[in-house]
């Protein structure tokens, strides 16, 4: 049992490098270039000055609202924003603020950067189009469930838009490896009968290993009858091939999705 | 044969009824079982009692008791279980005395115990101020006892003493500001005539103190400020004000040495937590263990860990007092595993340092000078720490064994944190934090261990960090044996005569290992956190091992 965790460990001693590594160019890529470093730094101060008075530093003091990760109760593509900055919503509750274009752009561009100042903001686009991608062009329904259709090997996605921001769905889209949580690295394991078994981590201690197999059945290993245990880093999920505005899309789409109401 | 006839049975006459046979069990028997301070002086020659939170004033957690062995510890079975009726992690260490056992439960219920059966004679509820304030949980880690009283330090820093026969409060003394957010979770310290406490408070810009009262009335004795005032030495490593809130708590049991008649505390860290550059200086005592005079509080000797400490390091950890050969020479010495990852060996008579070797990856500092002085090596902002933040160990007891002469006790492996500190006002009974830290993990964002355990899904990995039960040998500095968990642990230690270690983890798993070797002899599944050591002890002649595991207290003794 311990050697296995060991050799766990030591394969995991690489991150170290992923961490320290260059920032990848694909980040500047795939960013929204409507949205410079400067307008960021604009919108930062003035969300400081407009929107951090209600909506707090942090973004998430307005309840069912959450700016910095991307959960509004209404409003989803940047011209939404656009829209409701302008015109206020709520009869009044949120007044309707009075900014120059290069003013609103920076809000924007500061919401999409994760409120980080130095950050690149995220190109969020359409959600209808991206669905027909989801579904279509880039493959995701093939591995990934929504709303109970599609299969149950790679992470559910009906609550993803709630619980990522569009920084974190830009990454693992673009570098899967990098954005892999550690809870949900692939397994391989062979039992002393021979058998091999695949799946998805779910739950594991010192002595066990809870997964999801590549039969869509939950499993529940005892280390101490496996003569073999491995937890990989690399993703079966591989690099979108999808252009920088269908990413944009995808995105939209997976933003959109909340679970159930 | 009935209760009142065992909570009557002093160690001493217990040992005697066993000489002369079990027929004298029969027979009623009303033995004074007042303790004093000298039988926890002496506890070592009544191990089937646990008198005070450590187990004895030297702090090893090592019990003299046998009947558990290697051989027949796979007959462990659960007797009995106590499930506590306030959720949060149960830090409470029981003592058992004279077949009586005292617990608290969250938030300050103390609790008589029958230690056969888990049925309860009284239940002591104090109703602290709605406006305690603790950083990390409504925590209490058990009562002390001394004669006919009980004692404990509860959340809004009060004291009290309570009737161990009925559970009648006694007396009630404020020991800090509870509007200043001091508190106690500790256990108190008995010792002579007085009961020692510290406090708690170190999130929130107190200036820590440990206080002596009279345990007849509850008046104070003595206070030793953790922080120096002006003209006091020491004051010089503080700048301006900021040792009026500089922190320094005291918030784990400290240990006695009855012939040097000085007790031993391990101080917590200075405020605000993250930001040292806003209080210049080594900050003193913060992250030290300092002697006292147990009858005047004077400061005999300190020792500091971690000048200036930026990482939260808190020295809290339970200094264990072990007589042992250094260097060919039998000596008076102080074992201690610090939050800051390393291990320490002091001379307890003089402070003197005399080795330090980390246990587990260290970059805050380069190495430990001659004097035992840590030689900084602070990392580049947005660069992780190691050790994180909850340290390389941490307030959970170790434990040491004369037997085996290893040190045993819970390390956080592969564990760092980014720190980023920043400037905090102080506001009285206001966090007062200096910035805040992430833990380091391979995604952004993803999740990582905390203070504690919520959830039955370790989403956040070994990778982020995990558990390791070191066997430490002092004199070489080296681990003897490790026992490697997946999850990070907070499990105390438990040695006993038999050459067994008891612990456990968030996991929920029970241990028992060859303390020797660090076989695993015995497990089991108790499924909520264990986040303190198990105590032995022994009734009508059968050894028992309580442990608290999520919610629940279980006792284990041998199959009938």
Redo the contacts between chains.
């Keep these: 049992m311990r050697n296995f965790s060991r050799a766990v460990l030591l394969c995991c001693a690489a991150l170290g490098t992923l961490l320290a590594g260059p920032e990848r160019g694909t980040a500047q890529e795939f960013a929204d270039h409507r949205y410079t470093s400067e307008a960021i730094e604009a919108g930062s101060r003035i969300y400081v000055a407009d929107c951090a008075l209600c909506h707090g530093r942090g973004g998430g003091d307005v309840d069912g609202v959450d700016i910095r990760r991307g959960v509004f109760r209404t409003v989803s593509s940047d011209e939404d924003l656009r829209r409701i900055i302008t015109t206020g919503v709520d009869r009044g509750r949120m007044p309707a603020f009075d900014l120059q274009p290069f003013e609103l752009d920076g809000v924007v561009a500061y919401i999409r950067a994760g409120f980080d100042p130095n950050g690149v903001a995220v190109k969020v686009g359409d959600a209808a189009r991206g669905q027909a991608i989801f579904q279509g062009a880039g493959d995701c329904a093939s591995c990934h469930r929504v709303n109970g259709q599609g299969p149950l090997t790679a992470p559910d996605l009906s609550e993803i838009g709630a619980i990522r921001n569009p920084a974190a769905l830009q990454r693992t889209l673009l570098d899967p490896s990098a954005a892999l949580l550690p809870i949900n690295r692939p397994i391989r394991a062979v039992t002393r009968s021979g058998e091999t078994i695949r799946g998805r981590r779910l739950n594991e201690d010192t002595y066990s290993v809870q997964l999801i197999d590549s039969e869509e059945r939950l499993r529940s290993l005892v280390k101490a009858d496996l003569v073999e245990y491995e937890v990989s880093e690399t993703p079966i999920m591989e690099p979108t091939t999808l252009s920088a505005d269908q990413v944009a899309d995808v995105i939209g789409y997976l933003l959109s999705l909340r679970g159930l109401p | 044969m009935n209760t009142v006839q065992r909570t009557r049975l002093t160690g001493l006459a217990l040992k005697g009824l066993l000489a002369f046979g079990p027929a004298l069990l029969l027979a009623p028997l009303h033995i004074d079982a007042q303790v004093d301070s000298d039988r926890i002086v002496n506890s070592a020659d009544e191990p089937e009692n646990w008198l005070t939170y450590n187990g004895s004033y030297s702090s090893q957690r090592y019990s003299g008791l046998t009947q558990i062995t290697a051989v027949n510890v796979t007959d462990l079975e659960s007797k009995w279980v106590i499930q506590n009726q306030v959720f949060g992690a149960w830090q409470s260490n029981p003592i058992v005395v004279d077949g009586i056992m005292y617990v608290t439960q969250r938030p300050n219920d103390v609790m008589a115990v029958d230690p056969v059966t888990g049925r309860v004679f009284w239940v002591y509820r104090y109703d602290n101020s709605p406006n305690a304030r603790v950083c990390c949980g409504a925590n209490n880690r058990g009562v002390a006892i001394l004669d006919d009283k009980v004692f404990m330090g509860t959340l809004d820093a009060h004291l009290v003493a309570v009737d161990a026969t009925n559970g009648q409060l006694l007396w009630d003394t404020e020991v800090g500001d509870v509007n200043a957010a001091y508190s106690i979770t500790m256990a108190p310290l008995v010792v002579k005539d007085k009961v020692l406490v510290g406090v708690g408070g170190g999130e929130f810009g107190i200036r820590g103190f440990v206080a002596a009262y009279d345990a007849d009335t509850g008046e104070e004795a003595w206070r030793f400020y953790t922080i120096p005032g002006p003209g006091e030495p020491g004051h010089d490593s503080w700048e301006g004000d900021d040792w009026e809130h500089g922190g320094a708590p005291v918030w784990v049991t400290g240990s006695y040495d009855a012939d040097l008649n000085l007790v031993y505390w391990g101080v917590g860290n200075p405020g605000p937590d993250w930001n040292p550059g806003q209080r210049p200086g080594d900050n003193l005592y913060s992250d030290s263990a300092i002697a006292l005079d147990a009858d005047t509080g004077e400061l005999v000797w300190h020792f500091q860990f971690t000048p200036n400490d930026g990482y939260d390091y808190d020295s809290v950890q339970v200094p264990i007092l072990v007589d042992i050969e250094w260097n060919g020479e039998l000596r008076r010495l102080m074992l201690w595993a610090n939050r800051n990852g390393y291990f320490y060996v002091l001379d307890r008579v003089t402070g003197e340092f005399l080795t330090g070797t980390p246990f587990v990856k260290v970059n805050w500092s380069s190495g430990l000078e001659e004097s035992g002085r840590p030689i900084p090596t602070p990392q580049p902002a947005g660069s992780?720490t190691w050790p994180g933040n909850q340290g390389g160990t941490n307030w959970y007891p170790p434990a040491f064994s004369p037997s085996t002469e290893l040190f045993y006790f819970s390390a956080w492996e592969?564990y760092a944190s980014i720190y980023r500190p920043a400037e905090s006002a102080f506001s009285p009974g206001r966090a007062f934090l200096g910035g805040g830290f992430d833990v380091?993990?391979?995604?952004?964002?993803?999740?990582s261990p905390g203070i504690g355990r919520t959830t039955?899904?370790?989403?956040?990995?070994?990778?982020?960090g995990?558990g390791t039960v070191m066997a430490w040998d002092p004199r070489t500095g080296q681990t003897r044996w490790r026992?490697?968990?997946?999850?990070v642990s907070d499990g105390g230690m438990l040695t006993t005569a038999s050459d067994l270690l008891f612990t456990g983890?968030r996991?929920g798993?029970f241990h028992a290992l060859d303390a020797q070797t660090g076989e695993l002899l015995w497990r089991a599944s108790l499924g909520g956190q264990i986040v303190m050591a198990p105590v032995t002890f022994m009734v009508d002649g059968e050894q028992y091992i309580s442990v608290i595991s999520g919610n629940t207290l279980v006792t284990f003794g041998l199959r009938d």
């Design positions: 992780p592969d380091l993990t391979p995604v952004p964002g993803a999740p039955p899904i370790n989403n956040w990995t070994d990778v982020t995990h026992y490697e968990q997946f999850d983890g996991e798993h």
